[in-house]
């Protein structure tokens, strides 16, 4: 049972990971070029909240999915017969990987709740050069959690 159980919480965990980073990759380099170019920032920001604000149930879900779902493997995987080595190997790669999943968790909260609606507030004044600083702060943010969330991947596969 317990083997099943690791399956089904370690499947779990990775269609939480692939969906979280599935979404900043689309949203990264599909929705928000296609966007840029093909509307007004009037519209353009329009359309990104409206987007923004179904994407932000999707990531706010997937985390907590990811972490219930860690904390169950970490937990089962800790309590196992296995290895020493192979629980300090885990623990190492924790010490990695809980790190950046708070500083991605917090990444996706400050661009959520915070840059998204000044952006949309901005972007409704049509083009400026705030509203240029402002998507500048959101693609650098979008590109630092996408890294993060590739490094949390691999450490997640390397489990």
Do not use: C
Not at 18 to 41: C, D, H, Q, R, S
């Amino acid at each position: 049972m317990n083997t099943l159980l690791h399956i089904i919480l370690r499947w779990i965990h990775l269609i939480a990971t692939v969906t979280w980073i599935g979404g900043m990759f689309t949203n990264l380099f599909i929705y928000i070029p296609a966007i840029g170019k093909a509307l007004e920032p009037p519209a353009a920001g329009k359309l990104m909240g409206t987007v923004m604000k179904r994407f932000r149930v999707m990531v706010y879900l997937s985390m907590a999915v990811f972490l219930i779902s860690g904390i169950l493997l970490g937990s089962l995987d800790l309590n196992s017969g296995e290895a020493v080595s192979s629980r300090n190997d885990m623990v190492v790669i924790l010490i990695f990987k809980v790190p950046l999943y708070i500083l991605m968790l917090i990444l996706a909260i400050i661009s959520f709740e915070v840059v998204a609606p000044r952006a949309a507030r901005i972007a409704a004044d049509g083009p400026s050069a705030r509203l240029q600083k402002v998507q500048k702060s959101q693609k650098i943010m979008a590109i630092i959690g996408f890294l993060l969330g590739l490094i949390i991947l691999a450490l997640s596969a390397a489990l």
